[in-house]
């Protein structure tokens, strides 16, 4: 076929239903086992009270604005997505992972799924996002700690939590949402980063949005991984910030400088016990299965020119770098349905060797 799409969340589906307008072949692949992207992964305890809202997909008058704010946003989103899928007829496979993607002697992409399946295609848009792949910071002594780790990703609401010493590390907004429930039923709640958080006043508007795109995409451009987002935006007066602010637990400390048995060691010697560790410390691009195309440049990051790797103008990355956004992801859906249909054109209308 013409195009195949790899992950059915915001980015993928905006690519999806740009490349249905095109009149382009395309499949997409999902590795999850029910439609929601990232979204149908998040506890039960994020309610759509406390997103910060869920952007319409393109062509969709109406996003999942429920009637009941109480309701979890992955019940929420995923039925969301599931009726979009539907209305547009977009042809999503699930579950169905993709191992690797490599190049065949003719110029076409072989891409190959965990059910023993490949296809082959022009091109690929990427959309993997970030969500299956937590990254786990290293610390000395993390193997001899007694308690119980786990990423923000694993976190399900704060019952599991009751009566215990919980250390949350990580200065965004994944470690504040954790805080603002766990300190409800914990023995104790304590909040560690690696670097001050930088909480931001006032309304983020169009031009603060700008200039986190253009710092952004300055870094994917000169091949560098792209920052998370709260080292870009800060980390804003949201309804969770608030509600962890008004309950006291956001009182950063530095960062510890090792793990114990008992619980973590901070650089001055002093011992903060701890049952339990939540390492809300974010993701990484989940981008393993494009190894064999070798797009990675010795910065570490993959370089960009809008959706298009600079490398393979076969690869489009949606949601990536200053397209990990809603909105972002949208616009960037639409830019490389539109390059991968310039880009399929001239192959077809290329005369033969």
Do not use: C
Not at 221 to 239: E, F, I, K, Q
Request: glycine share 12%; charged share 20%; hydrophobic share 40%.
């Amino acid at each position: 076929m013409d195009v195949v799409v790899i992950g059915a969340g915001q980015a993928g589906l905006s690519t999806a239903y740009h490349l249905r307008r095109s009149g382009l072949s395309f499949v997409v692949l999902d590795g999850a086992a029910r439609p929601g992207g990232a979204w149908a992964s998040r506890p039960p305890t994020l309610t759509m009270a406390k997103v910060h809202g869920v952007f319409d997909l393109p062509g969709a008058h109406r996003a999942a604005s429920p009637d009941d704010p109480a309701l979890p946003a992955s019940e929420i989103v995923g039925r969301y997505y599931a009726g979009y899928e539907r209305q547009f007829s977009l042809p999503v496979l699930r579950p169905v992972s993709v191992t690797s993607v490599s190049s065949l002697p003719d110029g076409r992409l072989r891409v190959a799924g965990s059910d023993g399946r490949t296809w082959t295609a022009r091109a690929v848009a990427n959309a993997t996002g970030t969500w299956t792949r937590p990254h786990w910071p290293y610390y000395p002594g993390a193997s001899s700690f007694r308690g119980w780790q786990l990423h923000s990703s694993d976190y399900r609401g704060p019952s599991a939590f009751a009566g215990l010493r919980v250390v949350v590390v990580g200065g965004g907004h994944s470690a504040a949402h954790v805080l603002s429930e766990v300190a409800d039923v914990a023995a104790s709640v304590t909040w560690v980063t690696r670097r001050p958080p930088e909480f931001r006043g006032g309304d983020f508007t169009p031009d603060d949005g700008r200039s986190v795109i253009a710092d952004v995409d300055a870094r994917v451009r000169a091949g560098l991984p792209p920052l998370s987002v709260v080292a870009v935006t800060g980390l804003g007066y949201t309804s969770v910030v608030r509600e962890a602010m008004e309950k006291g637990v956001l009182n950063p400390r530095p960062m510890f400088a090792r793990l114990v048995p008992s619980g973590v060691e901070f650089a001055d010697g002093a011992v903060e016990p701890a049952d339990v560790i939540v390492w809300a410390t974010g993701f990484r691009a989940a981008l393993g299965h494009l190894a064999p195309l070798h797009l990675r440049e010795p910065g570490g990051g993959v370089r960009m020119d809008g959706t298009r790797v600079v490398s393979d103008a076969r690869i489009h990355l949606v949601g990536y770098g200053p397209s990990a956004s809603t909105v972002g992801a949208n616009r960037a859906g639409r830019a490389a349905a539109l390059e991968i249909k310039d880009l399929v054109t001239a192959a077809s209308t290329r005369p033969a060797a």
